[in-house]
T-cell receptor
Framework: AQKVTQAQTEISVVEKEDVTLDCVYE???????LFWYKQPPSGELVFLIR??????QNEISGRYSWNFQKSTSSFNFTITASQVVDSAVYFC?????????????FGTGTRLTVIP | GAGVSQSPSNKVTEKGKDVELRCDPI?????LYWYRQSLGQGLEFLIY????????KSGLPSDRFSAERTGGSVSTLTIQRTQQEDSAVYLC?????????????FGNGTRLTVT
């Protein structure tokens, strides 16, 4: 059975602070994919990043960076120098690489509030 | 348009009435998903269509819920005899391939309120 956990329900930071959102994906699968999505107050979910389970190289894109560690099943997302526009709910969504596994598992989300 | 289109954006209905929610995926996308998001909650999987294959209906909460996808494009989610607990935002998403290979593209959702 698979389980995705976003332990942080809500986080508040002051603008320009760095913030890390945690995601833990517990699975017996050796191959899987990990996605992060952002849902701003407007409601539309926006794709941020996709990673493969066999690729543990960290990735940086502007103010966003991702740290994937297979040994701990964690796929964390860091925003540096946070801005008010980063305020949103962030979802971690792993998907197994199995035939017939049609369901993307979404975590419960972390609501980030950036205070100006 | 270039994105996933859902209509209506808002729907208020009386308990016991039937409702139809529409999703127009991105052209060429073979995979289509319906999710439900209750206030302040995560996403609950409802149903998945992939090409001409039989849909995965494992997430439908009751037999009051059904969905169709005509011609591999537009999808309609139907809720019969609506209940107050059906109130939620219903999200549709599409992708060009099965899950894992590409991200989902979401519509803006339909906010359903059952009074």
């Amino acid at each position: 059975a698979q389980k995705v956990t976003q332990a942080q329900t809500e986080i508040s930071v002051v603008e320009k602070e760095d913030v890390t959102l945690d995601c833990v994906y517990e699975t017996r699968d050796t191959t899987y994919y990990l996605f992060w999505y952002k849902q701003p107050p407007s409601g539309e979910l926006v794709f941020l990043i996709r990673r493969n389970s066999f690729d543990e190289q960290n990735e940086i894109s502007g103010r966003y960076s991702w740290n994937f560690q297979k040994s701990t099943s964690s796929f964390n997302f860091t925003i540096t120098a946070s801005q008010v526009v980063d305020s949103a709910v962030y979802f971690c969504a792993p998907t197994p690489d199995q035939t017939g596994a049609n369901n993307l598992f979404f975590g419960t989300g972390t609501r980030l509030t950036v205070i100006p | 348009g270039a994105g996933v289109s859902q209509s209506p954006s808002n729907k208020v209905t009386e308990k016991g009435k039937d409702v139809e929610l529409r999703c127009d995926p991105i052209s060429g996308h073979t995979a289509l998903y319906w999710y439900r998001q209750s206030l302040g909650q995560g996403l609950e999987f409802l149903i998945y269509f992939q090409g001409n294959s039989a849909p995965d209906k494992s997430g439908l909460p009751s037999d009051r819920f059904s969905a169709e996808r005509t011609g591999g494009s537009v999808s309609t989610l139907t809720i019969q005899r609506t209940q107050q607990e059906d109130s939620a935002v219903y999200l549709c998403a599409s992708s060009p391939t099965p899950p894992g290979n590409s991200p989902l593209h979401f519509g803006n959702g339909t906010r359903l309120t059952v009074t």
